[in-house]
């Protein structure tokens, strides 16, 4: 009997190690699918014949440069890594003519790289349709939603002869096929309703400007005013005045203010924004040095006020409290030093930190006008920021955009701005020396002069002196 037990054992334990290393091997296999997978997943590689190569190489050249400014390639990448992929792609006929040129600035702005994403990825959809996925009633709707969160809906019209999506009509079905996609030729852009309301909201704010109701054909040399009443000046049109001529010494109290949007009776109110702006100033932090100075210096905060109730711009470089601690004695005991000081540091034009930014990068240097005249304010780029000033002077574009409303600008920067002073040099004084010259003598002269001067006789002559 005891053999027979231990035989019994032993097959128990060949079996047991049996199943251990065939279920052990099939999970080390499974642990290096998986990591295979993966891996993969992480660094999705696209084939030559797949439809977003075929999407560069076609029709569709206009829209494949839209994905790129996108910054979409990686994200349509991922899309066809993961599954079959169906673009309503508008022929570049439909980009370049049928296109509004404001709409399509719009969307290359920076700023609006958002609002370009998601009217790319409303023509991209998760799964492969083809042509006779459209429904056949004319009464039917199919829905598919895009990558982006939103819907597309499929019709069709006049007994299934025209495919729509939306409100685009499909002029070349099935135009490229891929392996990993579809593309589909449509008539016009798709614009989801979003990116619409963006752009009539950017559009507006743009169209908001002073409107005068007289212009200024003549002015008074004396006093930089109107000297008679013009014709009316169309709506939107700039100010009459130059922004130095409107700074001419005048009454202490602001005139009325120009129609236009902002104030009661749709007038701008120039004193209201002023005092807005120094608020928000004071509830940002880090900058009550300058708005002590602009409620102290009650004359330049009404002139400010003026300024924008007449309808121009203005852009404040206001330097944060660590900056204006700086300032010596010297340097504000002067009489009427901070006023120069404060109109150096505001620019007559209005800039926020995308176009001061994107100036210095394309031109290097930009000088801005200041009230303060004739000096202007230095721009250029560094350390992707914008500097101003040069040398010990220089200031860096520290917290942009603490306030926009479309007429004032307040930017802050991290150091006071001094503007260059003039240098005398003084005048040398020049000694005239008179060189009398002799006149010159031809060869005959002299050698008569000579035998003048062995006979004694040449002093009579006064060519041999």
């Given at each position: 009997m005891e053999p027979s037990v231990h035989a019994i054992h032993m097959l128990f334990f060949t079996v047991f190690l049996f199943f251990f290393f065939f279920s052990s091997g099939h999970l080390t296999l499974a642990l290096v699918q998986s990591s295979a997978s993966s891996s993969n997943s992480s660094s999705v590689q696209i084939n030559s014949n797949?439809?977003?190569?075929?999407?560069?190489?076609?029709?569709?050249?206009?829209?494949?440069?839209?994905?790129?400014?996108?910054?979409?390639?990686?994200?349509?990448?991922?899309?066809?890594?993961?599954?079959?992929?169906?673009?309503?792609?508008?022929?570049?006929?439909?980009?370049?003519?049928?296109?509004?040129?404001?709409?399509?600035?719009?969307?290359?702005?920076?700023?609006?790289?958002?609002?370009?994403?998601?009217?790319?990825?409303?023509?991209?959809?998760?799964?492969?349709?083809?042509?006779?996925?459209?429904?056949?009633?004319?009464?039917?709707?199919?829905?598919?939603?895009?990558?982006?969160?939103?819907?597309?809906?499929?019709?069709?019209?006049?007994?299934?002869?025209?495919?729509?999506?939306?409100?685009?009509?499909?002029?070349?079905?099935?135009?490229?096929?891929?392996?990993?996609?579809?593309?589909?030729?449509?008539?016009?852009?798709?614009?989801?309703?979003?990116?619409?309301?963006?752009?009539?909201?950017?559009?507006?704010?743009?169209?908001?400007?002073?409107?005068?109701?007289?212009?200024?054909?003549?002015?008074?040399?004396?006093?930089?005013?109107?000297?008679?009443?013009?014709?009316?000046?169309?709506?939107?049109?700039?100010?009459?005045?130059?922004?130095?001529?409107?700074?001419?010494?005048?009454?202490?109290?602001?005139?009325?203010?120009?129609?236009?949007?902002?104030?009661?009776?749709?007038?701008?109110?120039?004193?209201?924004?002023?005092?807005?702006?120094?608020?928000?100033?004071?509830?940002?932090?880090?900058?009550?040095?300058?708005?002590?100075?602009?409620?102290?210096?009650?004359?330049?905060?009404?002139?400010?006020?003026?300024?924008?109730?007449?309808?121009?711009?203005?852009?404040?470089?206001?330097?944060?409290?660590?900056?204006?601690?700086?300032?010596?004695?010297?340097?504000?005991?002067?009489?009427?030093?901070?006023?120069?000081?404060?109109?150096?540091?505001?620019?007559?034009?209005?800039?926020?930190?995308?176009?001061?930014?994107?100036?210095?990068?394309?031109?290097?240097?930009?000088?801005?006008?200041?009230?303060?005249?004739?000096?202007?304010?230095?721009?250029?780029?560094?350390?992707?920021?914008?500097?101003?000033?040069?040398?010990?002077?220089?200031?860096?574009?520290?917290?942009?955009?603490?306030?926009?409303?479309?007429?004032?600008?307040?930017?802050?920067?991290?150091?006071?701005?001094?503007?260059?002073?003039?240098?005398?040099?003084?005048?040398?004084?020049?000694?005239?020396?008179?060189?009398?010259?002799?006149?010159?003598?031809?060869?005959?002269?002299?050698?008569?002069?000579?035998?003048?001067?062995?006979?004694?006789?040449?002093?009579?002559?006064?060519?041999?002196?």
């Amino acid at each position: 009997m005891e053999p027979s037990v231990h035989a019994i054992h032993m097959l128990f334990f060949t079996v047991f190690l049996f199943f251990f290393f065939f279920s052990s091997g099939h999970l080390t296999l499974a642990l290096v699918q998986s990591s295979a997978s993966s891996s993969n997943s992480s660094s999705v590689q696209i084939n030559s014949n797949s439809v977003l190569v075929a999407l560069l190489d076609s029709h569709y050249s206009e829209l494949a440069e839209l994905v790129e400014k996108a910054l979409l390639l990686h994200t349509l990448e991922e899309a066809v890594g993961k599954h079959n992929i169906t673009i309503f792609a508008p022929r570049n006929e439909a980009l370049e003519r049928q296109l509004d040129p404001e709409f399509k600035h719009f969307l290359l702005e920076p700023r609006n790289l958002k609002s370009l994403q998601t009217l790319i990825m409303f023509h991209v959809v998760p799964n492969r349709i083809g042509s006779e996925h459209w429904p056949v009633d004319e009464s039917a709707c199919s829905e598919h939603g895009t990558i982006w969160n939103d819907a597309v809906h499929l019709t069709t019209k006049d007994s299934g002869r025209k495919r729509l999506v939306n409100t685009a009509e499909i002029v070349r079905p099935n135009d490229v096929i891929r392996p990993d996609g579809v593309i589909h030729g449509i008539g016009r852009l798709l614009v989801p309703r979003s990116v619409e309301e963006d752009f009539n909201h950017r559009r507006s704010l743009r169209s908001i400007s002073a409107v005068f109701p007289h212009g200024a054909p003549e002015v008074d040399p004396r006093t930089h005013r109107l000297k008679k009443p013009a014709s009316p000046s169309p709506a939107g049109s700039p100010p009459a005045l130059p922004i130095y001529d409107a700074m001419a010494p005048g009454p202490p109290l602001a005139p009325a203010p120009a129609p236009g949007p902002g104030g009661p009776r749709n007038h701008f109110n120039g004193e209201s924004q002023v005092k807005d702006f120094i608020h928000t100033l004071l509830h940002y932090g880090g900058y009550n040095e300058m708005a002590d100075i602009l409620v102290n210096l009650t004359s330049l905060a009404t002139e400010m006020g003026r300024l924008v109730s007449e309808g121009y711009v203005l852009t404040v470089l206001a330097p944060n409290d660590e900056a204006m601690a700086k300032l010596t004695t010297d340097q504000l005991s002067e009489p009427g030093a901070p006023e120069q000081i404060m109109y150096y540091h505001i620019i007559p034009e209005y800039q926020t930190e995308e176009s001061m930014y994107n100036a210095v990068r394309r031109f290097g240097k930009v000088r801005y006008d200041t009230l303060r005249v004739p000096h202007k304010v230095v721009a250029q780029e560094a350390d992707g920021s914008v500097k101003f000033g040069q040398g010990d002077g220089s200031a860096y574009l520290f917290d942009p955009d603490i306030y926009t409303d479309g007429r004032i600008s307040v930017q802050g920067i991290d150091g006071v701005l001094l503007s260059p002073q003039e240098t005398k040099v003084p005048e040398k004084k020049t000694v005239v020396v008179k060189v009398v010259t002799k006149p010159r003598r031809g060869q005959l002269m002299e050698v008569a002069c000579r035998m003048l001067g062995a006979l004694g006789q040449d002093s009579h002559f006064s060519r041999c002196l």
